[in-house]
Nanobody, 123 residues
Framework: QWQLAESGGGLVQPGGSLRLSCAAS????????IGWIRQAPGKERERVSC????????YYADSVKGRFTISRDNAENTVYLQMNSLKSEDTARYYC????????????????WGQGTQVTVSS
């Protein structure tokens, strides 16, 4: 089972940037996809992005396309989510999870979501 830890969240002004990290221990992430979801209070969980076991499999929600970039460093067993041009509607708690290698159904992790990291976009 993977142990995932998200970090990098915080308070940022609209238009600002943050880089989230999803670090894994206990098992390698190299053969799997990593998905990011987010959930804001009172709202449904939303898929954000996923990177498969190869960099050719990268997916973004329409709401973040062109602003967010997902990447992975298998040597560090870490996946990153670079978030630029942040908007107030990006405010949510962000979670990462190990998912299928092709990112199919990446809102359903193979294990558990991490504990999440809070992103607040506000002036």
């Amino acid at each position: 089972q993977w142990q995932l830890a998200e970090s990098g969240g915080g308070l940022v002004q609209p238009g600002g940037s943050l880089r989230l990290s999803c670090a894994a221990s206990a098992r390698t992430l190299a053969y799997y996809g990593i998905g990011w979801i987010r959930q804001a209070p009172g709202k449904e969980r939303e898929r954000v992005s996923c990177i498969g076991n190869s960099d050719s499999r990268i997916y973004y929600a329409d709401s973040v396309k062109g602003r967010f970039t997902i990447s992975r460093d298998n040597a560090e067993n870490t996946v990153y989510l670079q978030m630029n041009s942040l908007k107030s509607e990006d405010t949510a708690r962000y979670y990462c999870g190990v998912v299928r290698s092709d990112c199919s159904r990446y809102d359903t992790p193979l294990g558990s979501w991490g504990q999440g990291t809070q992103v607040t976009v506000s002036s």
